[in-house]
């Protein structure tokens, strides 16, 4: 192999350890560059996830608001005005009015000579046949909660649990918008780790195709080991072409996450390294059990419905309230006649033949249901950590294997172009060993986008994937 055959090489294997070191190095695809931090705090602000996990909050504190509320007295205005030919009515508007006269209760000439007579059968006209009457009531009305059996204190302890939950809620979203955010800012440098790959194959192929050109030239090879040559520089500026593609759809996913303008053109920064928070894994799942925001959400949830079991058992109680009102009766709009009533009003249901008690227990069944969905979720989350621990063992594991099968490669690689340019190895051994390189050069960029991702997921698991534990 000539001087500049070996220094191509020496190249491309510094291209690799670059690639291999420092992906973030890739050039990148211009526009304002954002750091992961960055990204982090534009899709945080600007996701819409974001707004419906507050809203949760504002809903959650808007129920413990309502129910701590119902202790305070009701204060009530109304303003009625009625008409009316009705005997009871117009004369219990007269009463109110306080403008009840003799004349109202029927008494006249005519009905003195019945009572004088004895007619105790007479009907009074006026009495019974008024003339409409019209009768303005306007009201103040207080009603003072005392007792209902707990279930102010019940919906209070109900609220209290999902403003908890809803908060927990909110971290988790937090954390998974992060991890979403990681998952597509290491899509780009994976992909652009694959574009230096391909770039480094479609180098590879071109050489390949003016090496052989000169040998067919020469006499020494066939024509068909060019148009095979040819074949595989096409391949190789496919595949480059696809991991460019992939660079495009890396970044697209990455502003989606951050609600970027369309035509907004953005670029990431340096890659990110992230660190377990605990290197054993029962610490790990000891931590995803007490820490993860989605199992503590969960947590309150239960809580929440438990003390909605208390709501519905408050109908087994009874209760008890006070009233004040203020009333003014006219008949015309004004204050003149006034009247108050106070009343104390103690109730208490005998029976309503199972309606309350089915209430409770359908109440107790939906707890309980919610705390087996608690257990299944620990469940699910434990199997899940697990899972990522033992992806990421064997990702490490990878990592370095294919680290030693890339070094590996390139020298096979080497001895294989030095025999084919003295016309002993074939075109067909060359572009085997070349796939054989392209392969494990890929391999070992998929086996480090393994390993970083499924380190991120169990931060994820463990609820520590925020930008101040990083």
């Given at each position: 192999m000539n001087q500049s055959k070996?220094?191509?090489?020496?190249?491309?294997?510094?291209?690799m350890a670059l690639t291999l070191v420092a992906p973030g190095m890739a050039a990148a695809s211009g526009g304002k560059v954002l750091e992961f931090k960055q990204c982090v705090e534009n899709t945080l602000n600007q996701n819409p996830e974001m707004d419906v996990s507050r809203a949760r909050i504002v809903q959650a504190e808007s129920a413990y608001k309502e129910a701590s509320h119902s202790r305070l007295p009701q204060i009530t205005a109304s303003l009625t005005a009625s008409n009316s030919d009705n005997a009871l009515n117009v004369f219990g508007m007269k009463l109110q009015q306080r403008q009840a006269a003799l004349s109202d209760f029927g008494f006249d000439s005519v009905t003195a000579n019945a009572f004088g007579s004895g007619n105790y059968a007479h009907e009074p006209r006026d009495l019974n046949y008024p003339d409409a009457h019209t009768d303005f009531n306007t009201r103040i009305e207080m009603l003072i909660p005392v007792y209902n059996g707990g279930k102010i204190t019940s919906y209070?302890?109900?609220?209290?649990?999902?403003?908890?939950?809803?908060?927990?809620?909110?971290?988790?979203?937090?954390?998974?918008?992060?991890?979403?955010?990681?998952?597509?800012?290491?899509?780009?440098?994976?992909?652009?780790?694959?574009?230096?790959?391909?770039?480094?194959?479609?180098?590879?192929?071109?050489?390949y195709v003016k090496t052989t050109t000169n040998l067919v030239e020469q006499g020494i090879l066939v024509r068909s080991e060019l148009l095979s040559a040819k074949v595989n520089q096409s391949n190789a500026r496919m595949a480059l072409e696809k991991a460019q593609n992939q660079e495009k759809i890396a970044l697209e996913s990455l502003k989606t996450l951050m609600s970027s303008e369309y035509l907004e053109t953005v670029d990431v920064g340096a890659r990110v390294d992230i660190s377990l928070p605990a290197d054993n894994v029962d610490d790990l799942v000891a931590m995803a059990l007490s820490k993860n925001p989605q199992l503590e959400a969960k947590r309150n949830e239960v809580n929440s419905s438990f003390a909605a079991v208390g709501a519905s058992k408050a109908g087994l109680y009874p209760s008890f309230n006070l009233m004040a009102r203020q009333d003014w009766n006219d008949d015309t709009l004004g204050f003149d006649s006034s009247s108050y009533t106070v009343a104390g009003v103690v109730s208490w249901k005998i029976t309503d033949f199972g309606v309350t008690s089915s209430g409770v227990d359908r109440a107790n069944a939906a707890a309980k249901a919610q705390e087996a969905q608690l257990r299944s979720q620990q469940n699910q989350l434990r199997l899940s950590l697990l899972t990522a621990w033992n992806t990421l063992q064997v990702a490490r594991k990878q990592v370095r294997v294919n680290q030693l099968a890339v070094e590996e490669a390139e020298e096979a690689q080497r001895l294989i172009l030095k025999r084919y340019s003295n016309g002993v190895a074939t075109i067909t051994e060359v572009l085997a060993g070349q796939a054989l390189l392209d392969k494990a050069r890929a391999e070992l960029v998929a086996a480090t986008f393994e390993k970083n991702l499924q380190t991120a997921k169990l931060r994820l698991d463990t609820g520590t994937l925020r930008l101040d534990m990083l």
């Open positions: 070996k220094s191509q090489f020496k190249l491309t294997a510094l291209a209070e302890n109900q609220a209290k649990a999902m403003i908890q939950a809803a908060q927990n809620g909110d971290e988790a979203v937090k954390q998974f918008l992060t991890f979403n955010v990681y998952q597509a800012y290491e899509g780009v440098h994976t992909a652009r780790a694959y574009i230096q790959v391909a770039e480094q194959a479609v180098l590879a192929a071109d050489s």
